[in-house]
């Protein structure tokens, strides 16, 4: 499972470094955030499988943060709390979390629910790819990508830059109409953001990075 990534989210260092010990061991990559608005910040960049969210912490509760991640992202989401009472439960369930973790819990019991939530929301590529293009796959409710059935990360970014592009192969954009599309009409960054990008994801591609090609003086396009 070394390829399953997990974002930890808990305001104390030491839970956190506990269950990023257990997952660890398990084979789990794991990420950290002290708080929600580092959560947010790092999905910003980066995509997680699964995030284990505290709900009471300082500046902004778990059910604020998992409203916020809702309205842009499907990952799932285990909330962990001390708070049991049938309405928390309720309303974290509500709100879109794939399950509700009262403290105090044992290791074991994260785990089978980890692994559980994970069953139910990481479908096989093998079986379900929703796109596919030579050899690389693309899962877009679950923000997949594989080359060859085998797992590549991609930053939030990077993923919606090659779902746009395969979900239009053959057609060609302009860095500025990438630009619009991918990141919005008020970015302020320059069109060089999108050949860092593209830079990087043929690096990411390996061996299908060619499915990705440059028309010389106009941008790029999707093509086998």
């Given at each position: ?21 257990y997952?660890?061991k ?21 995509l ?21 991640i ?21 309303h ?10 009262i403290k ?23 079986t ?16 997949q ?31 500025e ?8 009409f ?39």
């Open positions: 499972m070394k390829h399953i990534s997990i974002l930890i989210v808990d305001d104390e260092a030491d839970m956190r470094q506990l269950i990023k010990l997952l660890e398990e084979g789990f990559h794991c990420i950290e955030a002290a708080d929600g608005q580092e959560a947010l910040t790092i999905l910003d960049k980066t997680p499988h699964l995030i284990l969210l505290d709900v009471m912490m300082p500046k902004m509760d778990g059910f604020t943060v998992a409203a916020k809702r309205e842009q992202l499907q990952v799932p989401i285990i909330f962990l709390t001390a708070r049991g009472d049938e309405w928390d439960r309720i974290g369930l509500n709100i879109g979390a794939d399950d509700y973790i105090p819990f044992s290791f074991g019991e994260l785990i089978a629910r980890v692994q559980a939530v994970l069953r139910r929301t990481q479908p096989s590529p093998k379900s790819p929703l796109l596919q293009i030579g050899p690389l796959s693309i899962n877009k409710k679950g923000r990508v594989f080359i060859n059935e085998q797992p590549v990360s991609l930053t939030l970014k990077e993923f919606e830059l090659l779902q746009f592009l395969c979900d239009h192969k053959g057609q060609v954009f302009s860095r109409q990438l630009l619009e599309k991918i990141w919005g008020d970015y302020e960054g320059s069109e060089r953001t999108v050949d860092t990008h593209i830079k990087t994801l043929r690096l990411k591609l390996g061996d299908a990075a060619d499915v990705i090609q440059t028309v010389w003086g106009i941008g790029y396009k999707i093509e086998v």
